[in-house]
DNA sequence: CCATTTGCCTAAACGACTTAGGCAAATTAG
DNA sequence: CTAATTTGCCTAAGTCGTTTAGGCAAATGG
C-alpha cells in the first residue's frame, strides 16, 4: 500500500480548492479522503478535526487575501490605493470564493490575533494615512471601509443584484468613487 | 400518549428561538425534538427536511426585520430615516443573532422573491426618496447601504471590533453620519 | 358512533465525525 | 546492512444528525 503523501499542508491546500468548488460549509473530512483515495481516519493524523481543518483553511486564505491587499496597495495611495485594494478584496471573493467564504469563519480571539486578520486591519490604516483622519475617525474609518466591501461582497455572492439591471461593476466603482469622496470630507475630523 | 401540538408555525418560532440562543448554524431538527420531548421522525410530518425549517426560519426573520425597519422609518426622511433604518438593523441583530444569522441563508431564486427580502430593498429606496437620487445611482445607493450596514453587522458580532478600545456604537453614528453626508452629496448625480 | 384524518411512534438505514488499536512502510542508529 | 523506531494508513466500532417507511391511537366530523 503506497502512502498517499498527506500532510496538514497539503490537506489544507486540497481543502482550499474544494471550497472553491463546492463552497466552504461543503468541505468535508470525508470529502477530502475520498480526493486523496484514502480512508477517513487517515486523515485524523494530520488535522485534528474537522473544524480544525476548516479553520486552517481559513487562516490560509486570510493569509492569501492580505498578501494580495498587500500587493494591490505597494506605492499607491489615496483613491489609487483605496480602489486597489477594493479590487483585490472584489477579485479574490470572485476568484475563490469559498476561501472568501473562509475568511468569515469565526476564530477564537487568540487564533484571531495569530493569523494574518490583524495585517488587513493594518492595510486598512495605510490605506487611511493618505486620508489624515484623526483618531478616533480613522477607527471608525475602518470599521466603514471593512463592512461596506464585506457587505457588498457577500451580497452580491449571495445574489441580491440579480433582480436589478445595474451592472455590479458599476455600483462597485461608483461606492468606491463615494468613499473615497467621503474620506476625503472627513480629513482632519 | 398526549399530542404535542407541533406545527410547521410552532417548530419555526422555537428554531428561532434555539438559533438566538444557540446559532442558527446549531439549529437542528434533533435538538427541536429534544425541547418538545418528542422523537425525531415526528417532525418530518410538519417540515419536510432540517433545509426546509432553516429556510423557514430565514423567512420569519426576513419578514420581522422587514417590519421593523418598516415602522422604524414610518413619518421620517432624510438623515432621522436613514439612522432609524441603521437603527432597526443594528437592533435586530443585537437581539436576536441567531435570526438575523438567518436572514442571510441563501435562498433561491423564487423563495428569495416571494420573501421579505424585495421589501429590504423597497425600504431603502423609500431612504433613498430623500436624498434625491437619480438612477442608476439610487440602486448603486442600495446596494452601498445594504452592504455596509450588514458588513458592519456581521464584523462586529464575528468579534472584529473586540482588540481596538473604540465604541462600536460611535463608530456606527460616524458612519450613519458619513453616509448621510455622502447621499446628501451624491443628490442629483 | 363509526370512518377518516392526523399526530406521534418504532424501526431502520445513511452519511459525516471521531477514537482506538494494528500492521507495514519509511527512517534512523548501530 | 540490519535492527529499532517512528510514521502513515488501515480496520473496527461508536456517536450523532438526517431521513423514510409503516403502524397505532387520538382527534375530527358526518
Redesign the pocket.
Known amino acids: 500500500?503506497?502512502?498517499?503523501?498527506?500532510?496538514a499542508e497539503v490537506l489544507t491546500r486540497a481543502g482550499a480548492e474544494l471550497a472553491d468548488r463546492v463552497g466552504f460549509e461543503q468541505?468535508?473530512?470525508?470529502?477530502?479522503?475520498?480526493r486523496?483515495?484514502?480512508?477517513?481516519?487517515?486523515?485524523?493524523?494530520?488535522?485534528?478535526?474537522?473544524?480544525?481543518?476548516k479553520v486552517r483553511i481559513a487562516l490560509l486564505s486570510l493569509a492569501e487575501l492580505a498578501d494580495r491587499a498587500g500587493d494591490a496597495i505597494a506605492g499607491r495611495a489615496g483613491r489609487d490605493a483605496l480602489a486597489a485594494f477594493a479590487e483585490a478584496y472584489r477579485g479574490y471573493a470572485r476568484e475563490h470564493p469559498g476561501r472568501y467564504q473562509a475568511t468569515r469563519l469565526r476564530l477564537d480571539p487568540e487564533t484571531a490575533a495569530a493569523s494574518a486578520a490583524p495585517r488587513h486591519a493594518q492595510l486598512t490604516r495605510a490605506i487611511l494615512r493618505g486620508y489624515h483622519l484623526p483618531e478616533p475617525a480613522q477607527t471608525h474609518a475602518v470599521r466603514l471601509l471593512g463592512g461596506a466591501f464585506h457587505g457588498y461582497i457577500e451580497l452580491e455572492a449571495a445574489g441580491g443584484f440579480a433582480h436589478t439591471p445595474v451592472d455590479p461593476q458599476e455600483s462597485w466603482d461608483w461606492i468606491v468613487d463615494s468613499l473615497d469622496a467621503l474620506l476625503r470630507a472627513r480629513a482632519d475630523n
Open positions: 500500500m503506497a502512502r498517499a503523501g498527506l500532510s468541505v468535508t473530512v470525508t470529502e477530502l479522503a475520498r486523496f483515495d484514502v480512508k477517513v481516519a487517515s486523515l485524523y493524523s494530520h488535522v485534528k478535526s474537522s473544524q480544525d481543518l
